[in-house]
């Protein structure tokens, strides 16, 4: 099967001013996106040495909630390869260059795949990172210290981020559940009405077989 390779650029870029460069560098983004039977598609997330990157994926609908995941190094090592899961979790320390995860579907051959999935980079402005103390005179006048602001600032960014990834998993989840819950929505309901057909296809068959007990087929002459 021909694989379709999508280029994608998930981390924001450091368009700020120099005084904040100094603040914790996380960032985390999210897709969704339909894989037709049969298909693969890759994604490229560009790296920075001794950065973290983790994904997290999982299957929101499709039968069987299934895909096949690979995650490849800029020097091509295979990092990650999983068969028909439904869902996961990975972390990689990584070195400079475009980092490749795929999720392949070539095995099914009729059932496409609702596919979401997450990123989250840490540690990627350290090489960017200016000293913004240099841009800060008087500090000597202040009573609190730019330290103790800027980890005051990196506490309550952390806490957000970490419940901004919380309730984009519940989503995720809500809305596998939700998938599930309507296919056995519709597989009940169809199989209502097939045995509703063959208890009204039964009746009348019964009907008829009575009534041809009851039926006098002697002939009368006349």
Sequence with gaps: MEAEVRRASFWLLLLVLPASYGFATAFDSDFTFTLPAGRKECFFQPMQKEASLEIEYQVLDGAGLDVDFHLVSPTHETLVFEQRKSDGVHTVETQA???MFCFDNTFSTLSEKVIFFELILDNMGDEEQEDWKQYITGTDLLDMKLEDIQE???SVKSRLSKSIHIQTLLKAFEARDRNIQ????????FWSM???AVMVVVSAVQVYMLKNLFEDKRKIRT
């Design 194 to 196: 097939v045995n509703l």
């Design 97 to 99: 260059g475009d980092y």
């Design 182 to 189: 309507e296919s056995n929505f519709d597989r009940v309901n």
């Design 152 to 154: 005051s600032v990196n």
